[in-house]
């Protein structure tokens, strides 16, 4: 939505350029606050005015329903739009997809609770799967819920990367498909499928064939066949919504199948497309072939952050590429949302960016935002610096939303418990409460057992039982050992009578064990036992004990970079010392008032406290703050310390741009600490905006 600084009545050239326009194949970049859905709307009114008859429509695709809700209430609500209504369709592409679907099949079952797509794997898919040992195994094992709901994400991630299974036979569809995917930008979404299955226990790291054979043998063949099944059973996911369509749109026009002119649309117009994953862009290409007609492409490459969802931002930096039409360009060239001084210093800072459309663009406002480096050589610091600001800006006039921006989720812990502890409310989605996580009691089992070990003072348990739930959460897999390890482990462990828990992790060493890997566990869990501090606990659970990351990795936030999970909280635990026992209390004080929190922005919206959002930088785009504090602005955050390659780092760039345009008047940008155990430094793209770090 616009913020408080207002929009000119009547368009400007740049906007108006782009109504104006005679083409249908025009690509419009539209930086952020720019003016960007009333420029479309206006050019659908012209094309309104234009049409070959009555009957002909527009179709505008939404990237989300928020945005679709938001264009057709502009429509409503201005009296100069009105040519509009009964014109101009307003659909996200999920929509879209689903009524042409249910035209043709009929009792469609849409798998939209984890629990329903849970059960799709395990019950409706059960004879599929069955027939594919390393997927038996995994859904066969105790923790088969876990297994069967990454099992559904990845047949979806397949889809939404354009594999189809009508086209897909051998080793070489999959070499080939990986290779254009690779070239078009998608190296992270291969990698994140590669490693998810890995994770998953179907494949095994190698050289690029092995790992392809691997994949075909344990996975792609039974995706194939589980995506004709699920469909013939009528349960289709969000990804089939388009999926199925486009397929159907593809066979239609095989078959010769042409519109007439007044089913036709006269145009379409797709925005956000910096944010189309492979999916959407062939179901928009088969819908413009459908309709003949070419698409109308709004989007800004530099705000492409969609990477971890199969997107690419050469969609839109190259469209003659990848849509096949040669395409006129407009820029909006006048932002009238942000300060001149944010306008400036983000251009200097995506300037650095090579892969991206050369754009300028000038502020509207003359005014300045009130922007503040603050470095902290504690976190502890930091998360008092940001509650005493908070409190102040809570108590002024305009500052009725601020954002707390992170990198990663993980950054977001010790600010969650410092704010619920001095009763600051906010609010965040369900998946960024990490404290209320899954993965997060486990870290509570695993203390638990360190204080029955005599760390904590507490009393003594089943040596075996301990060791195995130990060895699980060291194992980087959902299901945690694998059944015949932890059947012969747990026979050896309790034959062989340990009195202690160290003599039961001394156990793991010895041949009867049959442990692959053994040393390793054996060095997570020791070095876990002799941490001698709080923070030494949760620096060797955050280093060793890689089951615990999957909670995290998998969301869309984390999907490519991963870092230990619980490094953040290891330095805020430092003041607590040896103390595991009262840690572990304030934990479980800060876990309960959490969960006392709204459980989404809808409900928070109804409650004029909660002025405060907490979340990553991703999930920030398209919101705005009238203040915002981004975290750990250091080198190895921002960027990724693990975006290695320049593609990868640049990616990181367009994060932190997005991250950095959401304020309205003010911005907190935090530095310090020392995560890695030396002091950090400040990221580089505060050098790269000429913007200097303060000592508090």
């Known amino acids: 939505m616009p913020g408080p600084f207002p929009y000119p009545s009547a368009l400007d050239e740049s906007q108006a350029a782009f109504r104006d326009d005679t083409a249908n194949a025009i690509r419009l970049l539209a930086p952020a606050g720019c003016g960007k859905t009333m420029s479309i709307l206006w050019r659908c009114k012209r094309l309104a005015e234009q049409r070959e008859s009555d009957s002909a429509k527009l179709l505008l695709v939404t990237f989300t329903r928020a945005a679709r809700d938001e264009v057709r209430a502009r429509i409503e609500s201005q009296s100069e739009l009105s040519v509009l209504k009964g014109v101009l369709e307003v659909s996200t592409l999920n929509a879209w997809g689903y009524r042409v679907l249910r035209k043709r099949k009929r009792n469609l079952q849409v798998l939209e609770e984890s629990d329903a797509r849970k059960k799709a794997i395990l019950s409706s898919l059960q004879t599929v799967w069955s027939e594919y040992s390393a997927l038996k195994e995994q859904l066969s094992s105790r923790k088969k819920s876990k297994s069967a709901r990454a099992v559904f994400d990845l047949i979806d991630q397949l889809k939404?990367?354009?594999?189809?299974?009508?086209?897909?036979?051998?080793?070489?569809?999959?070499?080939?498909?990986?290779?254009?995917?690779k070239t078009s930008g998608m190296q992270g979404s291969v990698r994140a499928v590669i490693k998810e299955l890995h994770d998953l226990y179907l494949l095994e790291y190698g050289t690029e064939e092995e790992i392809v054979a691997s994949m075909h043998e344990n996975f792609m063949l039974f995706w194939r066949e589980a995506t004709m099944e699920l469909y013939r059973q009528s349960k289709i996911s969000f990804a089939d919504q388009k999926?199925?369509?486009?397929?159907?749109?593809?066979?239609?026009?095989?078959?010769?199948?042409?519109?007439?002119?007044?089913?036709?649309?006269?145009?379409?117009l797709v925005d956000e497309f910096q944010d189309i994953?492979?999916?959407?862009?062939?179901?928009?290409?088969?819908?413009?072939?459908?309709?003949?007609?070419?698409?109308?492409?709004?989007?800004?490459d530099d705000q492409a952050i969609y990477e971890w969802r199969g997107a690419s931002p050469r969609f839109i930096i190259e469209p003659e590429k990848y849509i096949g039409t040669q395409y006129s360009t407009h820029t909006l060239s006048t932002n009238y949302r942000s300060p001149r001084n944010i306008v400036d210093f983000s251009a200097r800072l995506i300037s650095h960016n090579a892969a991206r459309v050369e754009k300028r663009f000038n502020a509207a406002q003359s005014a300045n935002a009130d922007i503040r480096v603050q470095h902290h050589p504690e976190?502890?610091?930091?998360?008092?610096?940001?509650?005493?600001e908070i409190r102040s800006l809570i108590n002024q006039n305009g500052f009725e939303r601020i954002g707390i921006l992170s990198r990663k989720r993980c950054q977001l812990i010790p600010y969650q418990i410092g704010l619920v502890s001095e009763g600051v409310p906010f609010i965040a989605d369900m998946d960024l409460n990490v404290l209320l996580s899954e993965a997060f009691n486990e870290v509570k089992k695993l203390l638990s057992i360190v204080g029955r070990a005599g760390a904590g003072g507490f009393s003594e348990s089943d040596p075996t039982a301990d060791v195995i739930s130990l060895c699980d959460r060291v194992v980087r897999s959902r299901s945690g050992l694998r059944s015949q390890a932890r059947r012969h482990l747990g026979q050896f462990l309790r034959a062989s009578d340990p009195r202690n828990l160290a003599q039961a992790v001394d156990l793991l060493l010895k041949p009867g064990a049959q442990l692959k890997d053994a040393p390793r566990f054996h060095k997570a869990i020791t070095h876990l036992l002799e941490a001698e501090t709080v923070s030494a606990m949760l620096e060797a659970i955050s280093a060793g004990f890689e089951g615990l990351s999957q909670d995290f990795e998998k969301a869309q936030d984390e999907v490519f970079y991963s870092d230990p999970p619980f490094a953040y909280l290891a330095e805020y635990a430092e003041d607590y010392g040896t103390d595991l026992e009262?840690?572990?209390?304030?934990?479980?004080?800060?876990?309960?008032?959490?969960?006392?929190?709204?459980?989404?922005?809808?409900?928070?919206?109804?409650?004029?406290?909660?002025?405060?959002?907490?979340?990553?930088?991703?999930?920030?785009?398209?919101?705005?703050?009238?203040?915002?504090?981004?975290l750990d602005a250091n080198d190895g955050s921002w960027p990724s310390s693990l975006a290695l390659t320049e593609e990868a780092r640049e990616q990181e760039r367009r994060l932190f741009y997005v991250a950095?345009?959401?304020?309205?008047?003010?911005?907190y940008i935090l530095t310090g600490g020392h995560k890695t155990g030396t002091p950090e430094r400040p990221s580089p793209y505060l050098a790269e905006m000429g913007l200097q770090a303060t000592a508090p």
């Open 582 to 630: 009262a840690f572990y209390h304030d934990i479980q004080v800060a876990t309960s008032r959490l969960a006392l929190l709204p459980r989404d922005e809808e409900q928070a919206a109804k409650l004029w406290e909660y002025k405060i959002q907490l979340m990553t930088a991703l999930r920030a785009k398209g919101k705005e703050f009238d203040a915002i504090f981004i």
């Open 160 to 181: 939404g990367l354009g594999f189809r299974h009508d086209r897909y036979e051998s080793k070489e569809d999959l070499a080939r498909h990986l290779a254009w995917l």
């Open 660 to 667: 950095f345009t959401r304020a309205r008047k003010r911005i």
């Open 277 to 300: 994953n492979v999916l959407d862009l062939e179901l928009l290409r088969a819908i413009s072939r459908r309709h003949r007609t070419d698409l109308t492409i709004v989007g800004d």
């Open 379 to 388: 976190l502890t610091q930091a998360i008092d610096f940001v509650r005493t």
């Open 243 to 268: 999926y199925w369509p486009w397929i159907q749109l593809e066979k239609d026009a095989e078959l010769g199948d042409r519109l007439s002119l007044p089913s036709r649309y006269h145009a379409i």
